[in-house]
C-alpha cells in the first residue's frame, strides 16, 4: 500500500465581505511546470503547490485528486456549444448521469503548462484533433461568446460560429465533469484583510490588495514579487497563470477583477510566473479586459500583483517546508514528522474532502487500513508561519 501526502498550513482570517460562491474544486492544481527558465529566483518552477495528480478510475474516466472533480477521459469530440450541452445532459458514462460542461475555471484547472499543443497530460487524458474545448460560461455581455480554453495552454472568449459544425475554421470539443459529491457553497468568495492584502476563500491564497504602481518586465516582476514586504510578510511570490487566473471573475469586464476587493483600476495586463515551454523568452499574463489568459515577450513591461500563501518546497522522500517536514512518503502506515512546535492540531484528509483524522497525536495513529490514494495532511499552527524555500 502506498499513500502520499501533501502537506499544508493554514491560516486563521476573519471573513468580513459577503460574496457567496460555489466551492466545487478542493484545492487549486499547480501548472505542472518544473522546468526552470532563468537564474532569477520565483518562476513557477520554484513552487510546487497541490502537484496535479490524477488517478485513472479504468472506466473511462479520471479523478483530479486535487480538486476531487471527474473528468471523461477521452473527449466527446468536436460539436457546438448548443450540442455540447446536450451531449453533457444526455451522458451515460461509468454508470453516472449527473455530467455537465465544466466551468471555465474548472476546465483551465486540468491544463498542464508543462506541455503544448495540447497543453494536457497525455498519460492521463486521450488525445484528440481538439484545438479548444467549450466550457459552460458565455462572456457576460455578449452571449454568442463562450469561454473555452485552448491546446495551448490558455483560454479566452470565442464566438459560437468558430468551431467546424457552425461553419468556422477550427476544431472545439466537448470535455464533461462531474462532482462527486454536492459541492458546497462558501459565503464569503474574498476577505478583504484591511491590511493591503485580500484572501482568496476558495483556494486560501493571499493577495496583494493594490498591485505595484510600475508596470515591470517579466525577470523584474519576480524580483519584485520577492523582495515584496507587506501586512508583515516577506514571502510574496509573482502567481503562476492558474493562480492568476482563479482570481478572474467571468461576470465581469474592464476590468474583470473584482474592483470592491482588488483596487486595479481600468483592465490591465498582469504577469505570471509561467513561462511558455516552447517558446520560452514568452510567459503567460491575465488581461483583465475580459479576462483572456495569452502570453508576451518577457522584456515587454506589464503590471504586477503578487500573491502569498500555500508555497511548499518538495522533495523526492517528503513535503517540506521551514517548519515541517513529513516522511517517509509515501507512508505505508505512520507519520512522522519534524520540526514541531508543538501547538499543531492535524487533519489528514482524503482526495473528497472527507476528514480520516483530526487530533494531535497522529504520529500514534496507524493508517495501515486506508486505501492506496493520494490525501492532504493540514497542519493547523498558529504560532507557525509558511516560509518559501531559497535558491542556492
Known amino acids: ?135 459552460s460560461e458565455s462572456q457576460v455581455n455578449d452571449s454568442n461568446k463562450i469561454w473555452a480554453t485552448n491546446s495551448g495552454g ?31 457553497v462558501i459565503p464569503n468568495h474574498f476577505t478583504d484583510n484591511e491590511n493591503g492584502t485580500i484572501t482568496d476563500n476558495l483556494t486560501k491564497l493571499i493577495w496583494q490588495k493594490v498591485p505595484n504602481a510600475d508596470t515591470l518586465s517579466w525577470e523584474q516582476a519576480l524580483s519584485y514579487a520577492d523582495t515584496l514586504s507587506l501586512a508583515g510578510m516577506s514571502d510574496w511570490r509573482l502567481p503562476n497563470i492558474k493562480e492568476l487566473q482563479s482570481i478572474n471573475d467571468e461576470n465581469l469586464i474592464n476590468p474583470s477583477l473584482n474592483p470592491n476587493f482588488f483596487d486595479v483600476g ?41 500573491v502569498n500563501g500555500n508555497q511548499i518546497s518538495t522533495g523526492l522522500n517528503g513535503y517540506l517546508s521551514e517548519n515541517y517536514t513529513v516522511f517517509p512518503n509515501p507512508f505505508t502506515s505512520r507519520i512522522n514528522l519534524k520540526y514541531k512546535t508543538g501547538n499543531e492540531k492535524f487533519e489528514l484528509i482524503n482526495c473528497l474532502g472527507v476528514i480520516i483524522y483530526s487530533g494531535k497525536n497522529i504520529e500514534q495513529q496507524d493508517f495501515t487500513s486506508l486505501p492506496n490514494g493520494f490525501y492532504l495532511l493540514k497542519v493547523i499552527d498558529k504560532s507557525a508561519s509558511l516560509k518559501k524555500k531559497k535558491k542556492n
Not at 495528480?53 to 471523461?72: H, P
Not at 454508470?95 to 466551468?103: A, E, Q, T
Not at 503567460?284 to 504586477?304: A, C, E, F, P, R
Open 1 to 135: 500500500m502506498k499513500i502520499f501526502i501533501f502537506l499544508t498550513l493554514s491560516y486563521f482570517i476573519q471573513n468580513v465581505a459577503a460574496q457567496p460562491v460555489v466551492k466545487s474544486m478542493l484545492r487549486l492544481p499547480d501548472t505542472g511546470v518544473n522546468k526552470s527558465y532563468t537564474d532569477t529566483f520565483g518562476e513557477d518552477a520554484d513552487f510546487t503547490i497541490n502537484q496535479p495528480y490524477f488517478i485513472n478510475n479504468g472506466n473511462g474516466t479520471v479523478t483530479d485528486s486535487v480538486t476531487g472533480l471527474i473528468w471523461q477521459q477521452t473527449d466527446g469530440g468536436e460539436m457546438t456549444i448548443e450540442n455540447a450541452i446536450i451531449y453533457c445532459n444526455n451522458l451515460i458514462l461509468a454508470g453516472y448521469s449527473d455530467w455537465r460542461l465544466p466551468s471555465a475555471q474548472e476546465a483551465f484547472s486540468i491544463l498542464n503548462h508543462q506541455y503544448t499543443n495540447p497543453a494536457m497530460d497525455e498519460n492521463v487524458f486521450t488525445t484528440t484533433l481538439a484545438q479548444y474545448w467549450w466550457t
Open 154 to 184: 490558455g483560454i479566452g472568449n470565442h464566438p459560437k460560429t468558430e468551431t467546424l459544425s457552425a461553419g468556422g475554421p477550427k476544431r472545439f470539443h466537448v470535455r464533461a465533469v462531474r462532482d462527486k459529491t454536492t459541492p458546497p
Open 266 to 306: 481600468n483592465s490591465k495586463k498582469y504577469w505570471s510566473s509561467t513561462t511558455l515551454p516552447n517558446q520560452t523568452t514568452k510567459a503567460w499574463y491575465l488581461n483583465t479586459q475580459y479576462g483572456i489568459t495569452t502570453y508576451d515577450t518577457k522584456t515587454v513591461k506589464h503590471s504586477v500583483i503578487c
